[in-house]
């Protein structure tokens, strides 16, 4: 498998999304700067890593939204090639309007790490497919902005056409219909705020996230 | 009545968001920026028996943080 | 020499912290009057908080060797070896005043220095720690300043993306002036590349990297030695603001060109400035220093060389570099969007020279600077003995008491604080928060560090040697609770006015029982800081002193991670045991007697440091072996509160009918003798002839079970207990 993990200044989950991906998916993923204007070919994953790109400054991920290798990867995106987004990277998504919606301040304004429950509700896309249907997991989450909001027409048809791909079990940050991740129209971008790659191992408490990871290697088999 | 209160970090404090929002208008191109500074636009509904000394409390003991910020009431009706 | 002496009048001086004896100091040093730029690198150099002038002499007692220790304490911070080519280094450092006067920043620049200081020397920080003490929960002021410096810790560490681990959180309202903000980093290392600060080499460039010099915390070390007056809230415009995305930059381009042989030295400016860098650069290379202070990125206009000399802006370093390096590493710093400035050079002077404008505005021989700063032998007086504490009556049942003290501030679960902080990026932790002592695997191997904070002011108070004892006992046994071997440890000392006797009395007794604990427990101290003169003038002219601080922060090596255990009982049907002594049923300065009796009084407990040390190897060895499924030492509150600690981690309860007859019930439930475990197992039998074999004393407690605590056949259910235990701190910040 061939994948790619984008490093921004102030992304800080870059490594543990890159040792996830060599782990479990066998190769070690190329790290593209910034304000790299071209990705490599043939790519068969691009990952958007957690952390505080810029601070988070002005609004999380706003600023890494308009990067110069962002612009490669909406190409990509379009040509099909999956893109997964982690947090930050979520948010980075969506300013990038890869995905709708935008993450708003946690309701309770404070930021949250603990292990949630969530429920895979999709399980056709490239990410989730060796989940189960309605399987109940636990994963980590750590933001202060995951607050997902869109308007009601948006979360109807996101929920219609089957794109909300986890859903909390319990009220995490005040999510609209506590979605915790939403694919693309096409389905090959998913975007969410917990950290698969945190929960892999039994050094982790867990395994949970380890199928969002083999998942594509079936894709790529 | 309403009444705008602008809330600004004070000169000579540093302001890391508007450094870094800085350095990405640059690389997106825009020259001529000299300097960027962010700060907080807070809008008020109030009675208009609300005096001037009590809005300006309002700021000093809540809408900023007189340690590093300061404040410019701005009265719009 | 441009001459600005004609401006130095007593009052200048004494508003810059120097006694009149040390301006005389200063006057024989350079053979003349100094200028002011002179003047303020003397007082920030001479500061308490640079110079450890009232505590110098009796640290000097503290044990700082071992066979584990790469280097001890006058670097940045202290280097272990903990095996395969690889080294943990670490410190921990205060920030108290800073973080009353602003909390959020004051909280989050102390979390950027201390991971400068780890990061400086060449290793990646891989955690955070911090000890906080706030005043009394009733204080008007503390929900606020909690709400701050927590948010200030995450914010900063959330950030960088290192991940907080642990800590701890004490209330008192001896704390209600003077709270205390003491982080810890650990960093890991490579021993072949560690990076050390003394500059060499005359003619090699100095580098400044990072942001850019303002004018904030000018003065703070300053600041940081003097006590609070009531004008405390006026002295605002000296804290300075924290830029994490900045740190987080300077650490990967610092990291970046250490991968290279490019640096010579490499210093970070804390405290002080560019003052102390450039000082203890050239002082322990025994050099001299020539700065062009035109060359010093500046972020305001019309800064002096007095302000960029005192400036405290954060996420800055100096380095030294071999000559001809100079574009490669500015490379690497432009990439990550820092400024890089070459501001001088080397020189064999054995001068700080500074010029600016074509001017010199500065010439200090350095060896003066260093060699005649003030060390004093305040005078002290013994802490007189605590009268023992004799009988005190139960005060209601001891499932009822144990509720409340599980409730209690200084008790109660610290989730609302640890979820604020990101106890996981890096993917290697493996104990969270909420357990004996954090653990983090060392990336990319199976190894893992052991890290923990801890002290007991109160007992401290009534006995800074035995209190002092116990911080390092403590430390240890938290570590060794999780199964790590303590390897060494950090200090950082918070104490009141040393030019009080019994404040200095209480830094010398507190210093001895860490030094004889170290000594014993073989946790040398590698790194450490002072912060003194937390004290407070109250209305009517008295000064309220913090119960005297002495942290203790310590790490400890598992060669394999998987060998650890956590404080909950995993399975039904276990049996507990207390290991290490029955105990005497100890509640002077106990939890259960302030909180439940309403006293603060009696000895402190005291610590057997040989037996400390027996029980921890024994302990050690169980974990290694697997013959115990979960280990929790025995501290605040007692055997009642550790077994309800291991309950409600692993949501199963357990019934405990032993009870030493000779004990008043809940002294034996609350008391706090030290130097005990409590295990679970389901090989008791094996477990207990280990314990004879080593001669140590073993108790069978009872079983695990259920979803009550049962005492002495006093019922409590886990959900009662864990509500109370769940409640204090969300209430309190509602």
New interface residues.
């Given amino acids: 498998m061939k994948a790619a993990v984008l490093v921004f200044?102030?992304s800080?989950?870059d490594?543990?999304l890159a040792?996830?991906i060599e782990k479990i998916c066998g190769t070690e993923p190329a790290m593209v700067w910034h304000q790299e204007t071209e990705l490599p070919d043939d790519l068969d994953l691009i990952a958007v890593p957690?952390?505080?790109s810029?601070?988070?400054?002005?609004r999380s991920g706003a600023?890494a939204a308009?990067?110069a290798v962002m612009s490669a990867v909406v190409k990509q995106a379009d040509r099909g090639v999956p893109v997964l987004g982690i947090c930050n990277g979520f948010q980075i998504l969506t300013e990038a309007g890869l995905l709708p919606g935008a993450l708003m301040r946690n309701a309770g304004l404070?930021?949250?790490?603990?292990n949630v429950g969530l429920e895979v509700l999709n399980t056709a896309s490239s990410f989730t497919r060796l989940y189960k249907k309605n399987q109940k997991i636990h994963l980590?989450v750590?933001h202060?902005d995951g607050n997902f909001s869109a308007d009601e027409a948006t979360l109807d048809q996101l929920e219609d056409e089957g794109r909300v791909a986890l859903r909390y079990t319990e009220n995490v940050n005040g999510s609209a219909r506590n979605i915790a991740g939403v694919l693309n129209k096409k389905g090959n971008v998913l975007g969410l705020m917990p950290?698969p790659?945190?929960m892999i191992e039994?050094?982790?408490g867990g395994k949970d996230g380890y199928n969002m990871f083999a998942s594509l290697m079936q894709v790529v088999a | 009545m309403k009444a705008n209160v602008h809330v600004t970090l004070k000169n000579g404090v540093l302001d890391p968001q508007g450094k870094a929002i800085h350095h990405a208008l640059e690389r997106l191109g825009f020259s001529g920026v000299n300097n960027v500074r962010v700060g907080r636009l807070i809008e008020l509904d109030l009675d208009d028996n609300v005096t001037d000394q009590e809005i300006e409390d309002m700021c000093r003991k809540l809408l900023a943080n007189m340690v590093i910020e300061s404040f410019h009431i701005e009265k719009v009706a | 020499m441009t001459e600005e002496n004609s401006s130095i009048t007593a009052e200048t001086v004494a508003s810059h912290g120097l006694s009149p004896e040390e301006y005389d100091t200063i006057k024989q040093a350079l053979g003349r009057t100094p200028n002011l730029v002179e003047l303020g690198i003397f007082s920030a150099m001479w500061s308490e908080h640079c110079s450890y002038k009232s505590s110098r002499k009796h640290l000097r007692e503290l044990p700082t060797t071992g066979q584990q220790v790469i280097c001890g304490p006058g670097e940045n911070a202290g280097v272990v070896d903990i095996g395969d080519g690889q080294a943990a280094i670490f410190k921990m450092e205060s920030h108290n005043h800073p973080s009353y006067i602003e909390p959020y920043q004051g909280a989050a620049t102390g979390v950027g220095g201390i991971l400068r200081d780890v990061f400086t020397m060449g290793a990646r920080p891989v955690a955070n720690l911090n000890a906080l003490r706030f005043g009394s929960p009733k204080h008007p002021k503390t929900p606020h300043l909690v709400s701050g410096v927590v948010a200030g810790i995450g914010g900063y560490g959330n950030c960088v993306g290192v991940p907080t681990v642990g800590g701890e959180v004490n209330f008192h309202p001896a704390y209600d002036g003077n709270n205390l903000v003491n982080a810890m980093t650990v960093g890991v290392a490579e021993t072949n590349k560690i990076f050390y600060s003394a500059a060499s080499g005359a003619g090699n460039p100095i580098v400044y990297v990072g942001s850019k010099t303002g004018r904030d915390g000018i003065h703070g070390a300053t600041m940081a030695s003097a006590d609070f007056g009531k004008d405390a809230e006026e002295k605002r415009p000296t804290v300075q603001v924290g830029d994490p995305f900045s740190e987080k930059l300077l650490i990967e381009a610092c990291l970046e060109l250490m991968a290279s042989d490019a640096i010579v030295a490499i210093q970070d400016m804390g405290a002080a400035g560019l003052t102390s860098s450039a000082v203890e650069m050239a002082s322990k290379g025994e050099v001299g220093i020539e700065l062009n202070m035109d060359m010093v990125p500046c972020r305001e206009e019309g800064m002096t060389p007095y302000e960029m000399m005192l400036s405290e802006s954060q996420e800055r370093m100096l380095m030294v570099l071999k000559p001809g390096r100079e574009a490669e590493a500015e490379a690497i710093f432009k990439k990550w969007e820092l400024d890089f400035a070459i501001i001088g050079r080397v020189t064999d002077s054995k001068h700080m020279v500074l010029t600016w404008k074509g001017d010199t505005v500065c010439d200090i021989p350095l060896a003066p600077l260093a060699d005649n700063a003030p060390c004093y032998d305040r005078p002290w007086v013994v802490t007189p003995k605590a009268k023992a504490l004799g009988n005190v009556p139960p005060s209601g049942s001891i499932t009822d008491n144990l509720v409340t003290l599980v409730g209690s501030p200084d008790l109660a679960s610290r989730r609302w604080i640890w979820e604020q902080y990101d106890n996981m990026v890096g993917a290697d932790t493996v104990q969270c928060p909420g357990g004996d002592a954090a653990v983090v695997r060392v990336h990319g191997t199976e190894k893992a560090l052991a890290m923990s904070v801890d002290v007991t002011p109160r007992y401290c108070r009534a006995d800074p040697e035995e209190g002092g004892k116990q911080a390092v006992a403590e430390c240890y046994r938290n570590m060794t609770a999780v199964g790590a071997l303590p390897l060494a440890s950090t200090d950082c000392l918070n104490f009141g006015n040393p030019e009080r006797p019994e404040i200095m009395g209480q830094i010398v007794g507190a210093i001895k029982g860490i030094g004889e604990a170290c000594k014993a427990l073989d946790m040398p101290i590698v790194s450490g800081n002072v912060s003194l003169y937390n004290e407070t003038r109250q209305d009517d002219g008295s000064s309220l002193a913090i119960l005297p601080t002495p942290t203790i922060g310590g790490i400890g090596l598992l060669s394999n991670w998987q060998n650890s255990t956590t404080v909950a009982f995993k399975n039904t049907g276990e049996e507990i045991y207390l290991v290490g002594n029955s105990g005497k049923g100890h509640l002077g300065q106990s939890i259960w007697l302030r909180e439940i009796a309403g006293r603060e009084e009696g000895t402190a407990p005291t610590v057997d440091l040989a037996q400390e040390k027996s029980t921890g190897d024994f302990i050690r060895a169980m974990i290694q072996d697997k013959m115990v499924s979960a280990v929790h030492d025995i501290s605040d509150g007692g055997l009642a509160v550790a077994l309800a600690e291991m309950a409600m981690a692993g949501n199963i309860g357990a019934t405990v009918e032993a009870h030493d007859t000779t004990l008043p019930e809940h002294a034996y439930y609350f008391g706090e003798d030290q130097g005990r475990y409590l295990v679970a197992t389901s090989n008791a039998v094996a477990l207990v002839s280990a314990a004879e074999k080593a001669g140590l004393p073993i108790f069978r407690l009872g079983v695990t079970g259920g979803k009550d605590l049962v005492l002495n056949k006093q019922a409590v259910s886990l959900d009662t207990l864990r509500k109370s235990h769940e409640a204090f701190l969300p209430e309190l910040m509602q």
């Fill in positions: 200044p102030g800080n989950c490594r543990d040792v996830a957690g952390g505080f810029y601070g988070d400054y002005l600023m308009r990067s404070s930021f949250i790490c603990r980590p750590a202060h950290h790659e945190r039994a050094a982790h």
